[in-house]
């Protein structure tokens, strides 16, 4: 995912992007969630996530931390988000 939010309510997502990583981490089948930050511009981040599989990542969309991110969104949280799909050649 790579999102940009809204200057004014930066402290509302970092307090909800901290609780959804932290709980997709412990989700069964959840291999890796980062967030990192970008560094020409402090108001965009990237979600970088990594599920064994596709039952994963439905169990991960039904999770309460997943659905408050759907919800910072449609609260008007976000200049813009979007996601991508991608499967694995090299990992570690």
């Known amino acids: ?4 939010i809204k200057e004014d309510r930066m402290d509302d997502f ?3 992007i901290e ?3 932290v709980g ?12 990192l930050q970008s560094e020409d511009s402090p108001n965009k981040f ?4 990594v599920y064994e599989n596709a039952d994963a990542i439905a169990h991960h969309k ?6 408050a991110w759907g919800e910072f ?5 976000t200049v813009s988000s979007v996601s991508k799909k991608a499967g694995g050649i090299f990992m570690t």
């Open 1 to 4: 995912v790579e999102a940009e």
């Open 14 to 16: 970092l307090s909800m």
């Open 19 to 21: 609780k959804n990583a």
């Open 24 to 35: 997709s981490r412990e989700e069964p089948g959840c291999i890796r969630f980062d967030v």
């Open 46 to 49: 990237f979600f970088y996530e």
């Open 62 to 67: 039904l999770q309460p931390h997943y659905l």
């Open 73 to 77: 969104k449609e609260s008007g949280g």
